[in-house]
C-alpha cells in the first residue's frame, strides 16, 4: 500500500476554508453580464442574453485533507508498522505546534491551476517535525525527498475559463482569511485509496507528539 506521512487539519478549519473560498468565489462570479444588443434587421429583439459566468474555482474533494511530509511509497503491512513504530518512538521528544491559515494564494508558477492556503504560527516546529521524520526514515533504509514539505496545500483548483483578473480579484478577496488556529499533536500515517476520479486517503497510524511509548 502507498503511505504518506502527513500533517492533517482538522474538520472545522477544512470547513472554514472551504466556506470562505466558496464565498469569495461566488461573489466574484456574481457580476452580472451586460446583455448584447442585437443589431441590424434583429434590432427588433431587444436584447440577446449572454451565457452565466463559469464559477471559476472547483473545491477540491478531500478524502483527508493533509499537509504532506514524506511519501514512503508502496509498502508491506509489515514495512508499514515498522515504520509506525519508530516514528511512535522519536515523537515522543517532539512538541506540539500551534498554526492557523493566514492567507489562500494562487499557487504561483509551479503550480499554476491551483489556490493555496498557506499556513503560519509555529510553522518552523512543524519543519523541524518534518525533517526529524526523513532523518528517522532514513535510519530505516528509506531515503525519501526532504523538499516535499511545505507549509500549505492546495485547497482549490481554477477552472479552463478563468481569466488572470478573475484570479485576482478572487485571491484578493481572500487576502484576509485567517482560520482558528488549532495544534498539531500528532502526524498520520495515511494510506492511498483507490476511487475513480480522486486520489483518497485512509488513516493507517496516528503518531502522538510528546507520549512516551
Known amino acids: 500500500m502507498l503511505i504518506v506521512a502527513a500533517f492533517c487539519l482538522p474538520d472545522d478549519v477544512v470547513t472554514e476554508i472551504q ?4 464565498a469569495a468565489d461566488a461573489a466574484c462570479s456574481a457580476r452580472a453580464p451586460e446583455p448584447v444588443a ?17 464559477p471559476r474555482t472547483s473545491i ?10 514524506v511519501r514512503f511509497g508502496n509498502l ?4 508499514s508498522r515498522r515504520v509506525a513504530d ?19 494564494t ?13 499556513l503560519a504560527g509555529d510553522v518552523a516546529g512543524l519543519g523541524s ?20 514539505f511545505h507549509a500549505g496545500l492546495e485547497v482549490a483548483k481554477v477552472s479552463e475559463s478563468t481569466t488572470p483578473e478573475d484570479l485576482y480579484a478572487l485571491t484578493t478577496s481572500l487576502e484576509g ?20 476520479g480522486t486520489a483518497a486517503y485512509a488513516e493507517a497510524y496516528q503518531i502522538p507528539f510528546g507520549v512516551g511509548t
Request: net charge positive.
Open 129 to 148: 517535525i518534518a525533517r526529524a521524520v526523513t532523518s528517522r526514515a532514513a535510519d530505516l533504509n528509506f531515503y525519501l525527498d526532504r523538499r516535499l
Open 106 to 118: 494562487w499557487g504561483g508558477v509551479d503550480q499554476p491551476g491551483s489556490v493555496e492556503a498557506n
Open 60 to 69: 477540491a474533494q478531500w478524502s483527508s485533507p493533509h499537509i504532506p511530509i
Open 19 to 22: 466556506t470562505a473560498i466558496s
Open 38 to 54: 442585437r443589431r441590424g434587421w434583429l434590432s427588433r429583439s431587444a436584447t440577446k442574453p449572454v451565457a452565466a459566468v463559469l
Open 76 to 79: 508491506t503491512s509489515a514495512d
Open 177 to 196: 482569511f485567517r482560520s482558528r488556529p488549532w495544534t498539531v499533536d500528532h502526524l498520520t500515517l495515511l494510506r492511498q485509496t483507490y476511487e475513480p
Open 86 to 104: 519508530a516514528l511512535m518512538t522519536v515523537a515522543s521528544a517532539w512538541e506540539p505546534a500551534t498554526v492557523h491559515v493566514a492567507q489562500v
